[in-house]
T-cell receptor, first 111, second 116 residues
Framework: AQSVTQLGSHVSVSEGALVLLRCNYS??????LFWYVQYPNQGLQLLLK??????LVKGINGFEAEFKKSETSFHLTKPSAHMSDAAEYFCAVTLGINLFFGTGTRLTVIP | DARVTQTPRHKVTEMGQEVTMRCQPI?????VFWYRQTMMQGLELLAY????????DSGMPKDRFSAEMPDATLATLKIQPSEPRDSAVYFC??????????????FGPGTRLTVL
């Protein structure tokens, strides 16, 4: 069975500060991992994905995530937060068709 | 650009009424997913299809919910009769099932349902 755990349902950072959103996965075999972002009143948009190629994955809007098998983690980072990054972020895992989503982390950016 | 479309975007109805939500997947995609999002439960998978055939609808309340794909360009989710607890945002997503790899899902904008 696969699952992801997102640590911290709410994260607040100052504008310009580092963004770190945590995601740990559970999977019996190497998984595919995703980060999605949801802006208010919108659907989920793919930020980036890990598909067993490079362990450091770069996505849109300056975000990146690193797959660490030893830590079963896939944390999302951005060096400098922007006001427009305020949204909810979902980590997800799949071995095939289904995506298994975490509970989400709401990011607030303080001016 | 190719997008998943959903109609209606907002729906307000009274308890007991039938609600039909529609989704047009991205052309060429062969998988369709229905999700429900609420503050309390988060994102829940209700049902999904591959090549128009239902693969799993175990997430749906069977007595009132039904999901179908009349053709490759239309997926529907019906609630009959609707109840206030069905109030939520319903998302449709589509993807291309690569049998040897992963299935990346593309989400629609959602239908916000309010049942009074």
């Amino acid at each position: 069975a696969q699952s992801v755990t997102q640590l911290g349902s709410h994260v607040s950072v100052s504008e310009g500060a580092l963004v770190l959103l945590r995601c740990n996965y559970s999977s019996s075999v190497p998984p595919y991992l995703f980060w999605y972002v949801q802006y208010p009143n919108q659907g989920l948009q793919l930020l980036l994905k890990y598909t067993s190629a490079a362990t450091l994955v770069k996505g849109i809007n300056g975000f990146e995530a690193e797959f660490k098998k030893s830590e079963t983690s896939f944390h999302l980072t951005k060096p400098s937060a922007h006001m427009s990054d305020a949204a909810e972020y979902f980590c997800a895992v799949t071995l095939g068709i289904n995506l298994f989503f975490g509970t989400g982390t709401r990011l607030t950016v303080i001016p | 650009d190719a997008r998943v479309t959903q109609t209606p975007r907002h729906k307000v109805t009274e308890m007991g009424q039938e609600v039909t939500m529609r989704c047009q997947p991205i052309l060429g995609h062969n998988t369709v997913f229905w999700y429900r999002q609420t503050m309390m439960q988060g994102l829940e998978l209700l049902a999904y299809f591959r090549n128009r055939a239902p693969l799993d609808d175990s997430g749906m309340p069977k007595d009132r919910f039904s999901a179908e794909m009349p053709d490759a360009t239309l997926a529907t989710l019906k609630i009959q009769p609707s109840e206030p607890r069905d109030s939520a945002v319903y998302f449709c997503a589509s993807g291309l099932d690569r049998l040897s790899s992963y299935n990346e899902q593309f989400f629609g904008p959602g239908t916000r349902l309010t049942v009074l």
